[in-house]
C-alpha cells in the first residue's frame, strides 16, 4: 500500500513542479517592476532556506545511519552469501585471528 502511495507522489511530483512554475509565471507578468524585485528576493530568501534545510536534513540522516549501523570488530571480514551443497548460507562478518605480524603495524 504505502509502495503504491510513494509511486504515485513520485510520477505526480513533476506535474506539481510544472504547474506551480507556470503560476508563478503568471504571477510575476502581472506584477510591476518593483513588485517583481521585491518577489524575487523574498524568493531568493526562501531558497536558502530551502537549501539549507535540505543540507541539514541529509546531515541528520547520515549521522542516523551511521548510528543505526553494526560496529565490527577491527579484524572482522565479510564473507558475502554463498551456497553450500545445495543450501543457502547467509553472508555475514567473520573474525580472523590475528598474527604477531599484524600487531606490529600501525
Not at 513520485?10 to 503560476?23: A, H, K, Q, T
Request: no cysteine; glycine share 6%; hydrophobic share 45%.
Amino acid at each position: 500500500m504505502m509502495a503504491g502511495v510513494v509511486r504515485v507522489i513520485l510520477i505526480l511530483m513533476p506535474f506539481f513542479i510544472y504547474f506551480m512554475w507556470l503560476r508563478s509565471i503568471k504571477r510575476q507578468q502581472q506584477m510591476d517592476s518593483a513588485e517583481r524585485e521585491k518577489a524575487r528576493e523574498a524568493a531568493e530568501g526562501r531558497m536558502a532556506r530551502a537549501i539549507g534545510f535540505g543540507v541539514a536534513a541529509a546531515v541528520a540522516v547520515i549521522i542516523w545511519m551511521t548510528m543505526e549501523t553494526e560496529q565490527h570488530e577491527r579484524n572482522s571480514v565479510y564473507v558475502p552469501s554463498h551456497t553450500e551443497n545445495g543450501q543457502l548460507v547467509p553472508g555475514g562478518f567473520i573474525n580472523v585471528p590475528t598474527t604477531d605480524a599484524d600487531k606490529t603495524k600501525p
